[in-house]
């Protein structure tokens, strides 16, 4: 079956500028994450949405960051007034409630200039 | 709080070679354990996981991993490498009580050059 993608797959913008990455967990799976991977950094946390709970937004940098998922599937990763600290790949996982592995998708490589 | 230790940046093994890569974690109980491979400009692909039960679990592509609870280390192991193995390699940890948000803690990462 199609497994989580992401888009754009590449995204270069300028400092200042906002963004919004895209990201389609695997159909049936309720709970989705939203990681970055930045050079020499490994991966982080970001942020959980499980079902229709509050999503653990722990992992959020800055103010800056947000996400919102809609209807429970797609999910919108949106950072404001971009810095160049924030070009890194971000990367979405979704898992089902049945296991406890998480699917990841190709990533969006951003590139904040 | 977790972490993940992977204290190999990089390592370069011939073809046919034996690999071993090494992870240690800290967490305060059982964790959930996984190794996860990424080729250059992909996503994360799951090698193998721990759960419970069997301390040796197998995985894709010959990958093997022992978890040992006195050690605290979740190690990976193939007994001959190919030259597509060439990748980055991720150890992670996750909480193994349900109904936690499960985020993984991830090591740094190492990457693995394989000669011919």
């Known amino acids: 079956g199609a497994g989580v993608s992401q888009s754009p797959s590449n995204k270069v913008t300028e400092k200042g500028k906002d963004v919004e990455l895209r990201c389609d967990p695997i159909?049936?799976?309720?709970?989705l994450y939203w990681y970055r991977q930045s050079l020499g950094q490994g991966l982080e946390f970001l942020i959980y949405?499980?079902?229709?709970?509050?999503?653990?937004k722990s992992g959020l940098p800055s103010d800056r960051f947000s996400a919102e998922r809609t209807g429970g599937s797609v999910s919108t990763l949106t950072i404001q007034r971009t810095q160049q600290e924030d070009s890194a790949v971000y990367l979405c996982?979704?898992?089902?409630?049945?296991?406890?592995?998480?699917?990841f998708g190709p990533g969006t490589r951003l590139l904040v200039l | 709080a977790q972490s993940v230790t992977q204290p190999d940046i990089h390592i370069t093994v011939s073809e046919g070679a034996s690999l071993e890569l090494r992870c240690n974690y800290s967490?305060?109980?059982?964790?959930?354990l996984f190794w996860y491979v990424q080729s250059p400009g992909q996503g994360l692909q799951l090698l193998l996981k721990?759960?419970?039960?069997?301390?040796l679990v197998q995985g894709i592509k010959g990958f093997e991993a022992e978890f040992k609870r006195s050690q605290s280390s979740f190690n990976l192991r193939k007994p001959s490498v190919h030259w597509s193995d060439a990748a980055e390699y991720f150890c992670?940890?996750?909480?193994?009580?349900?109904?936690?948000?499960?985020?993984?803690?991830f090591g740094t990462g190492t990457r693995l050059q394989v000669t011919l």
């Open positions: 996982a979704s898992r089902s409630l049945a296991e406890e592995t998480q699917y």
């Open positions: 159909s049936g799976h309720t709970a």
């Open positions: 949405f499980q079902g229709n709970s509050a999503p653990d």
């Open positions: 967490y305060g109980a059982t964790p959930y």
């Open positions: 721990y759960f419970s039960g069997d301390t």
């Open positions: 992670a940890v996750g909480p193994s009580n349900t109904g936690t948000a499960s985020k993984l803690t």
